[in-house]
């Protein structure tokens, strides 16, 4: 089986590189990395891509790159996926920190780049827009949330963190509550990208610029019960749903089994679990009265 070790970039489309590249610039506080007439790559500051933007329909996300450990053999790892039917494909430079990786689709259409070996793009030190430590994760909305689970579990290693009854997935790689989540809808599309910044103080600070450049959140300031993290919600203008969040649950040891202890863990230790139908959007914060499915009243 394949073990992903982390989340790397997605790539996005959009009818307007110059509107996004301003955006993910000045707002999100990402560097400018590389710039053709077939888009644009972002990253940290701190050196880790984590945005590529092509030419296309607004709010859609073609692939989704995951690095394996380094040293990984790729030929090996696209043997193991021919063995379960998976065709996959060699590229090279996929973008300035990525050489090599093996190229396949997914369950639901999205194009997997693995990758095993990544050179940090240059430390930017200037200071626009929040500036966020890495793209923490990526929510899809799909038909057939088992079926997708089964194979990032089973294909790639990720771990369930935490059900919310059998509509909500969240999948993780690596000590984070999760890099990936899977939420049913009869309509097939991308429910939201997510930053991590450092704390909640940087959260405020968002607030204030998003406010700044007239952008209004849709939901939050508030801490979320699945994941337990405190997250805000805003759109872009291709009406990519974007996520700013701190003080996710960790998992620092997978023998264990139990994300890092809280104060406010609902239980001791707190397990990967199946949550009910009535759990709560968050725990405090804009929304905490009321019950949804799926988080999907998330504007």
């Avoid at 995951?66 to 990984?72: K, L």
């Avoid at 935490?162 to 997935?169: G, K, P």
């Avoid at 509550?177 to 930053?195: G, K």
């Avoid at 709560?280 to 999907?296: D, T, V």
């Amino acid at each position: 089986m394949i073990n992903v070790r982390r989340l790397g970039h997605a790539t996005l489309t959009s009818p307007d590189l110059d509107r996004q590249v301003a955006y993910y610039t000045e707002i999100v506080g990402l560097s400018l990395i590389e710039r053709s007439g077939r888009g644009a790559l972002l990253a940290t500051r701190q050196g880790l891509e984590a945005i590529a933007i092509e030419p296309g329909e607004p709010n859609a996300l073609t692939r989704l790159a995951f690095q394996v450990a380094p040293g990984s053999d790729l030929r090996a790892l696209a043997r193991d996926l021919a063995k379960d039917g998976i065709s996959s494909e060699r590229r090279t430079s996929i973008t300035p920190g990525i050489d090599e990786a093996i190229v396949f689709k997914d369950p639901k259409g999205t194009l997997i780049e693995l990758f095993s070996e990544y050179r940090f793009a240059n430390e930017d030190r200037s200071q626009s827009g929040v500036m966020p430590i890495k793209l923490g994760h990526v929510a899809y909305r799909v038909t057939d949330v088992q079926n997708v689970v089964k194979f990032y579990t089973g294909m790639l290693g990720f771990r369930v963190s935490d059900w919310r009854d059998d509509s909500f997935a969240f999948l993780r790689c690596g000590p984070d509550h999760h890099s990936v989540n899977f939420v049913f809808d009869e309509m097939p599309q991308l429910h939201h990208i997510a930053f991590e910044v450092k704390d909640w103080a940087e959260i405020q600070k968002a607030c204030e610029w998003l406010a700044k450049n007239d952008i209004h959140l849709v939901w939050g300031p508030g801490r979320h019960i699945i994941g337990h993290n405190i997250a805000i919600y805003h759109r872009n203008a291709d009406k990519v749903r974007v996520e700013f969040f701190c003080e996710m649950d960790q998992m620092k040891d997978e023998a264990l089994g139990y994300f890092d202890p809280r104060p406010w863990h609902q239980d001791r230790p707190q397990r990967p679990k199946v949550w009910g139908p009535q759990t709560l959007r968050n725990y405090w914060g804009f929304g905490s009265e009321r019950i949804i499915r799926g988080y999907q009243t998330i504007e």
